[in-house]
């Protein structure tokens, strides 16, 4: 059974940062992109970040672009989303999400973990 | 990276259909069979129910179906069941090599 957990959310204040991680099992985790998505309170889903299997690329939404670091450690199986120079605006729940391509990225996502809560406040 | 173009709110009767549009650009929803769509009821994560436009993961009931015709995509659902009283999302990959999703879609079953 595939299982993402997500670790790591809390209270920071504006300007700080957090480390979110991602625990996955229940499949070949270095075969596949990974992925985190938000929604903020009262909005809709956001793509944030992805990271190809074996890390060798990134991409980024232009909202956290140079703020934010997707990275990997596929002997751990966990994913990771360093995010420094926070803004109220990323308050939201970060969810890490598994592509559903098992050969090449299909970029659409089967599936996704809880959640963790991140939240800005001063 | 502009938001795909969801309305806000559709409602139904059980037994009825219910079409949910998701309009984007040449650059994304116009330009790849990459489309895809997510039910999220409250407090839970999404669920992935369609991909590449029309096709449905294990599991999905076949009252779930896709299509796309230009820049806009849809997700329509034929006998409305209370239980699909949720959130729904597209979303597509785009040239930028991203993804986007649209801005959800409440669905209330009257």
Redesign the interface.
């Known amino acids: 059974e595939v299982q993402l957990v997500e670790s790591g959310g809390g209270l920071v204040q504006p300007g700080g940062s957090l480390r979110l991680s991602c625990s996955a099992s229940g499949f070949t985790f270095a075969n596949y992109v990974m992925?985190w998505?938000r929604r903020a309170p009262g909005?809709?889903?956001?793509?944030v970040s992805?990271l190809t299997g074996y890390g060798g690329t990134a991409?980024?939404?232009?909202?956290v672009e140079g703020r934010f670091t997707i990275s990997r450690d596929n002997s751990k199986n966990t994913l990771y989303l360093q995010m420094s120079s926070l803004r109220a605006e990323d308050t939201a729940v970060y969810?890490c999400v598994k592509d559903?391509g098992a050969v090449a990225p299909?970029?659409?996502?089967?599936y996704?973990?809880?959640?963790t809560l991140v939240t800005l406040s001063s | 990276?502009s938001?795909l173009t969801q309305p806000p709110s559709v409602s139904g009767s059980p037994g009825q259909s219910v079409t949910i549009s998701c309009t984007g650009t040449s650059s994304d929803v116009g330009r790849y069979n990459?489309v895809?769509w997510?039910q999220?009821p409250p407090g839970t994560?999404?669920?992935?129910i369609i991909?590449?436009v029309s096709n449905r993961?294990s599991g999905v009931p076949d009252r779930f179906s896709g299509s796309k015709s230009g820049n806009t995509a849809s997700l329509t659902i034929s006998g409305l069941q209370a239980e699909d009283e949720a959130?729904y999302?597209c979303?597509s990959?785009t040239s930028s090599?991203?993804?986007?999703?649209?801005?959800?879609t409440k669905l209330t079953v009257l």
């Open positions: 992925y998505v909005k809709g889903l956001q793509y992805a991409y980024y939404a232009d909202s969810y559903r299909s970029f659409d996502f089967d996704w973990g809880q959640g | 990276q938001a990459r895809s997510y999220q994560a999404p669920k992935l991909y590449e993961p959130d999302y979303s990959y090599s991203t993804v986007v999703f649209g801005g959800g």
